[in-house]
């Protein structure tokens, strides 16, 4: 961002602005979630929000010469309200200066990756319309070096739990994962080689596809032989056509493939009720002015599935939605002090209701 506005370049400064927003946003808040909830004080929850804060502050200065309005209101929220020494505006404060040193190139490639991987695994659900808040069974990942492997299986749990699957497995071979056919491409190929295209487009042919599809997508360029000599076609010089395997829905990009299995079954049906579930009363607490601590007694009435749902992930929802208690039965007390709402799950119709619990 300096060296775009120290070039009169306020376009290229807000791309990269609205990266690190979207990386914030997320993915470290959305993942930090549990982390803010936690009850009392610890460690983990005031690191949480000291590097939540640190991060706003700098992006507030940063965001000045650009929107100085709303950083100023911003600003005045964030740091005049709780420290008087500070400057009495962002526009009085230095813009940050940026601190190569500290950057960690390993942890953040590592981080990459992951988000990369997640992102994927969404997309492969979106393309077989198979929501996100149902889970599925398996996802399967390869990548081209081991270094990569081994960092997303350091990551399994967090990429199991984005792209919500109960399991993520990291394979070798990307020919586990899709059948691959690779043609060349004669708008290209055609002109660039002349009489030799046919023997260019035989010995293309002759290769492994899996291997010349892995090659492509880990160096963007692969070489074979023709006539006694070595030849070197590019990514755009190459068609790559994917077939996933049975059962499974596949994304690739950037060298990562992601395949996730898409068979249900009556038990991942009903944890998917559930999330359907929690996401609805979560809106409603939202709704009735709840603080995003506050705990909750909440009981329902429900039939088939969603009932089932309730029963067999009722600690999932209590803890998802904070919940101190989840019953059948008719909540106690005056009415005046409860929300109710019907809520459709599946084809299915929820009563629940929910009122502040006591300290």
């Not at 929501?131 to 081209?144: G, I, K, S």
């Not at 409603?284 to 603080?291: D, I, N, T, V």
Request: aromatic share 6%.
């Amino acid at each position: 961002m300096t060296d775009a506005l120290e070039n009169y370049d306020a376009e290229r400064a807000t791309v990269a602005a609205e990266s690190l927003l979207d990386d914030l946003s997320n993915w470290y808040v959305r993942r930090s979630r549990r982390r803010f909830w936690q009850s009392g004080t610890s460690e983990d929850k005031a690191a949480a929000y000291a590097t939540l804060y640190h991060v706003l502050v700098n992006m507030v200065r940063l965001l000045a010469p650009l929107v100085p309005f709303v950083t100023e209101a911003m600003y005045q929220n964030l740091v005049r309200s709780v420290d008087d020494s500070a400057p009495m505006s962002v526009h009085h404060c230095l813009y940050p200066e940026a601190d190569l040193a500290a950057l960690n190139r390993r942890l953040l490639d590592k981080m990459r990756l992951g988000i990369t991987t997640a992102s994927l695994g969404r997309s492969a659900r979106s393309a077989a319309d198979v929501r996100l808040r149902q889970p599925l069974a398996r996802a399967r990942v390869n990548v081209a070096t081991q270094r990569e492997r081994n960092d997303l299986l350091e990551l399994a749990d967090v990429l199991a739990e984005e792209i919500n699957v109960k399991e993520l497995e990291v394979v070798s071979e990307v020919g586990e994962l899709v059948n691959y056919k690779v043609l060349p491409n004669n708008r290209l190929l055609g002109p660039k080689f002349g009489k030799e295209f046919p023997a260019v487009r035989q010995a293309l042919l002759a290769l492994d596809p899996a291997q010349v599809a892995g090659k492509l997508q880990a160096e963007g360029e692969v070489s074979l032989m023709v006539n006694g000599r070595k030849v070197t076609l590019n990514d755009e010089e190459v068609v790559v056509q994917t077939e996933s395997r049975g059962g499974l829905a596949v994304a690739s990009d950037k060298g990562v493939t992601v395949a996730v299995d898409i068979e249900l079954t009556s038990l991942l049906v009903q944890e998917g009720y559930a999330r359907d579930l929690v996401r609805a009363i979560n809106n409603l607490r939202k709704e009735a002015g709840l603080e995003i601590s506050d705990r909750i007694e909440l009981t329902y009435q429900a039939g088939g599935e969603a009932a089932a749902a309730l029963e067999n992930f009722a600690d999932y929802v209590k803890q998802e939605t904070l919940a101190v208690s989840l019953a059948t039965s008719e909540m106690d007390g005056a009415a005046v002090d409860h929300t109710q709402q019907t809520l459709t799950i599946g084809d299915q119709e929820v009563v629940v209701r929910f009122r502040k619990a006591s300290p």
